[in-house]
């Protein structure tokens, strides 16, 4: 991966220029980072159905029709030919009723960070439910939406030559709960997933999903939707798959309901703060203000990929990898913190001006 093609918006600066001048456009170039470079709004885009769908079609944002679900999808190709063998699929989690207008994309800029070609799959569950906040992809009693979702992607895989073996599943909350799931349908492929949830009637949702849905999570699925842990052990027994896990240890909930009874099948007893490398699957261990939901930015993003990378390879974990994710750790915690001060005392001031 050409790790430097992420900074080059950062360019250099004349010191003949003045102070002033140099801070600026340092500042100017930092903010021009993540920018991701184009909208993804448009309403126009074309839709397929997924025999129709060709080479030519993957741009941009485009929609496809399969069974009884509708799955918007937004792929991002990279400039270079060199690093047009790998893809990531990257699968989105809850959305904010609110706030958030269909289709979610959740880290659709991410792709800057990514030296491979970027698909983003919207989860279908939200146009089928419209009060559905958090909807895993799930489909029905009958159906597989995430299986559906799994041959579109083989689909596009077969269009775009890609190995299994260059080919990564990310997500992060419910979207890493697909990306563990997309090991059922997959092999020799490498999953990636930040706070998951891997018991779905663990995790506090459950009971409202069911409520609207009018599925039962507790039960013996017929495409083990419900057997994450299952699916997981299987495959790392089989050395099929490889599973890479980026866990905030400040969430109990993700951490005793979720993490802790995955391990335990696993036979793990022990983990330490910062990368832990088991066989197939690496577990990072860090732990920040913020909870679940504290899962990092488009930096440290590009750290997960250079892991998840490496692990992908095969290549053995460097004592520098361990040392480097150590410190990439505890500098996320401080930040977190300083975030998280720099917030109470916004809202200590606009209390006080409030009653002034």
């Known amino acids: 991966m050409n790790y430097n093609k992420i900074y080059n918006s950062l360019t250099d600066v004349n010191i003949d220029d003045g102070y002033e001048s140099c801070v600026k456009q340092i500042d100017f170039s930092y903010n021009k980072l993540k920018d991701p470079g184009y909208s993804i709004d448009n309403e126009n885009c074309p839709s397929y159905h ?35 063998d790998s893809m990531f699929v990257i699968f989105s989690g809850a959305r904010d009723l ?17 030296d491979s070609i970027v698909l983003n ?8 439910f419209n009060d559905l906040c958090l909807g895993w992809y799930y489909g029905d009693e009958n159906e597989s939406a995430i299986k559906l979702c799994a041959d579109i992607i083989k689909k596009i895989q077969s269009l775009l030559s890609i190995s299994n073996k260059k080919l990564f599943f990310f997500g992060s909350s419910g979207g890493g709960y697909v990306s563990l799931q997309m090991a059922m349908y997959f092999s020799e492929t490498t999953h990636i997933a930040i706070n998951p949830q891997i018991i779905l009637s663990n995790f506090f949702y459950g009971k409202t999903f069911s409520e609207i849905t009018g599925i039962n999570l507790l039960t013996r699925d017929d495409f083990k939707r419900n057997q994450t842990i299952e699916i997981i052990k299987n495959r790392i ?65 590009s750290y997960v990929i250079y892991i998840a990378q490496k692990i992908s390879e095969g290549s053995e974990l460097t004592d520098f990898d361990f040392f480097l994710i150590k410190n990439i750790s505890c500098i996320w915690r401080q930040r ?7 917030k109470s005392c916004l809202s200590k001031l606009n209390f006080i001006e409030k009653n002034k």
């Open 50 to 84: 997924l025999e129709q769908l060709k080479r030519d079609c993957l741009h941009d944002r485009f929609s496809i029709d399969y069974s009884n679900y509708h799955f918007e999808c937004l792929i991002n190709m990279p400039n270079s030919e060199e690093t047009g």
């Open 98 to 114: 609110k706030k958030d207008r269909l289709p979610v994309f959740k880290r659709w800029s991410y792709h800057k960070f990514v």
């Open 121 to 128: 799959i919207a989860d279908p569950m939200f146009y089928k």
């Open 237 to 301: 027994k089989n050395s099929t798959n490889r599973f890479f896990i980026i866990q905030n240890l400040q969430c109990r909930d993700d951490c005793t309901l979720q993490l802790f009874p995955l391990m335990k099948e696993l036979g793990i007893s022990k983990f330490h703060f910062g990368l832990n490398n088991y066989k197939n699957f690496a577990l990072w261990m860090y732990s920040c203000i913020g909870g679940h939901n504290a899962q990092g930015d488009q930096l440290i993003f």
């Open 336 to 342: 977190e913190w300083f975030l998280s001060q720099h």
